[in-house]
């Protein structure tokens, strides 16, 4: 249970993070990349079109069966999923947790003191949950990086649980 986290405070619900569930999550980003790469922000139907028509080009181009490159394509992905540095935006958590009007704050708590940031700024943080492909069971369950990745080679962490306030 000590992997855990909660998200507690001047919120209308508690919630629970589980950090080892996260690999699954199609939000996690690749923390060796995310910092030095420009984040391109797109809204969900010009993502969609996107996708369906990579898809058809796709089918144009190698003909409706599944090609073997697929599995190979899977099989890099599964490869890349179990030996990757990840991260997970914070922000969809916060807002989960519905913080009330007045709430300004969030208060990280660390195993040695508690950190005190604008809500504005906590939206911007970055969780990393792996390392390598391996959880961060030694300093972790995660480490906070701004958004900006300005702390990328001194993450915050030891973190135990997070206060809305």
Same mark, same amino acid.
């Given at each position: ?5 909660? @998200? ?18 199609? /939000? /996690? ?5 995310? =910092? ?18 990579? &898809?058809?080009? /796709? ?14 394509? /899977? ?6 999923? %179990?030996?990757?540095? =990840? ?5 969809? =958590? @916060? %807002? $989960? ?11 990280? &708590? ?13 939206? &911007?943080? @970055? ?12 300093? !972790?369950?995660? &480490?906070?990086?701004? !958004?900006? !990745?300005?702390?990328?080679? $001194?993450?915050?962490?030891?973190? @135990? ?5």
């Amino acid at each position: 249970m000590e992997n855990i986290l909660t @998200i507690s405070g001047n919120v209308k619900y508690t919630i629970t993070l589980d950090p080892s569930v996260w690999i699954f999550d199609d /939000r /996690r980003v690749d923390l060796t990349t995310y =910092f030095t790469n420009k984040v391109e922000t797109t809204n969900a139907n010009e993502a969609y079109t996107k996708a369906v028509s990579k &898809h058809w080009d /796709r089918e144009i181009m190698e003909g409706a069966i599944f090609p073997p490159t697929l599995k190979s394509e /899977r099989k890099f992905e599964k490869e890349k999923v %179990l030996t990757g540095t =990840f991260g997970i935006p914070f922000k969809p =958590f @916060i %807002l $989960n947790a519905e913080p009330a009007p007045d709430a300004k704050y969030l208060v990280v &708590h660390t195993s040695t003191d508690e950190k005190e940031y604008p809500l504005e700024t906590a939206y &911007h943080f @970055i969780l990393g949950y792996s390392k390598n492909g391996k959880p961060l069971s030694i300093d !972790g369950p995660v &480490h906070i990086y701004f !958004g900006d !990745g300005s702390n990328q080679q $001194n993450p915050i962490k030891n973190i @135990i649980g997070f206060t809305i306030k």
